[in-house]
């Protein structure tokens, strides 16, 4: 997944989709709306998944939200609607996925004790216009790991909790 939106690359999409209702989609779902953002975000329709996060006020939506953000890129946006996230659940996962993706990458970046999304942000600013770079390339790996995590969680059928 590109880090800025000018460089996605839509993936069609089912016809019915997007006048399909997200519960319908993702029945049982911990967050249904927040999971077709993610969805469409990984499709490759930033702006899109941007319209379906931006209507949503759960921690779920805003997550999306400061991604779409961070993408776009509005790092001063980003950073509030992580802010409006507070600590995530799937901080602790993702915090474990990464760790190793650094040891391999050997980029400079060093990872707090905990996630920390702004941290994460201030990488992808870093090497955004770097798409030859290493760091590139571990920044792609790092918000792919993000975005299945949250889509999981989003997307998780509440009975399965």
């Not at 997007?18 to 911990?30: D, V």
């Not at 499709?43 to 999306?64: F, K, M, V």
């Not at 992808?124 to 216009?129: A, G």
Request: charged share 25%; glycine share 4%.
């Amino acid at each position: 997944m590109p880090l800025s939106a000018s460089d996605f690359q839509p993936r069609d999409l089912p016809p019915d989709l997007l006048s399909t209702a997200p519960e319908q989609l993702f029945p049982q779902a911990r967050e249904a709306k927040a999971a077709l953002s993610g969805l469409l975000l990984m499709a490759g329709h930033w702006d899109l998944s941007h319209q379906a996060a931006q209507d949503l006020s759960s921690r779920e939506g805003s997550y999306w939200h400061a991604i779409a953000h961070r993408i776009e890129p509005d790092s001063w946006n980003s950073g509030y609607w992580f802010h409006r996230v507070g600590r995530h659940p799937i901080f602790g996962p993702l915090h474990e996925q990464v760790a190793p993706l650094l040891i391999e990458s050997r980029v400079e970046w060093r990872l707090k004790n905990d996630w920390d999304p702004k941290l994460f942000l201030a990488w992808c600013d870093e090497t955004r216009n770097r798409p030859e770079s290493e760091k590139y390339r571990t920044a792609r790996k790092i918000q792919y790991a993000e975005c299945e995590l949250l889509f999981s969680w989003c997307a998780l059928k509440l009975s399965d909790l």
